[in-house]
Nanobody, 115 residues
Framework: QVQLVESGGGLVQAGGSLRLSCAASGSIFSIKAMGWYCQAPGKQRELVALITSGGNTNYRDSVKGRFTISRDNAKNTVYLQMNSLKPEDTAVYYC?????????WGQGTQVTVSS
């Protein structure tokens, strides 16, 4: 079992920044990759950024150059630094852990960007 606890969401003006954190606990040795997904009202959950156990990263096109995913292995925490935020970034952001057995999700954190 893997437990994920997210934090760092909130309300910010367009052009501002937020940093999301996702702390993992439990069977963290089984995690192949961790990612951040977002889900806006009425839309499907979509990948925002991903980081593998080997440190490789992947981003959706709309956040490239603005968002950075990183991890602190000592703290078992993955971060999503979000800069130059836009109103269209407004969504619930979910942390995700992909293991060999199954995928785990955090509870989600709301990010709202006002224009």
């Amino acid at each position: 079992q893997v437990q994920l606890v997210e934090s760092g969401g909130g309300l910010v003006q367009a052009g501002g920044s937020l940093r999301l954190s996702c702390a993992a606990s439990g069977s963290i040795f089984s995690i192949k990759a961790m990612g951040w997904y977002c889900q806006a009202p009425g839309k499907q959950r979509e990948l925002v950024a991903l980081i593998t156990s080997g440190g490789n990263t992947n981003y959706r096109d709309s956040v490239k150059g603005r968002f950075t995913i990183s991890r602190d292995n000592a703290k078992n925490t993955v971060y999503l630094q979000m800069n130059s935020l836009k109103p269209e970034d407004t969504a619930v952001y979910y942390c995700n852990a992909d293991t060999w057995a199954r995928i785990y999700w955090g509870q989600g954190t709301q990010v709202t960007v006002s224009s």
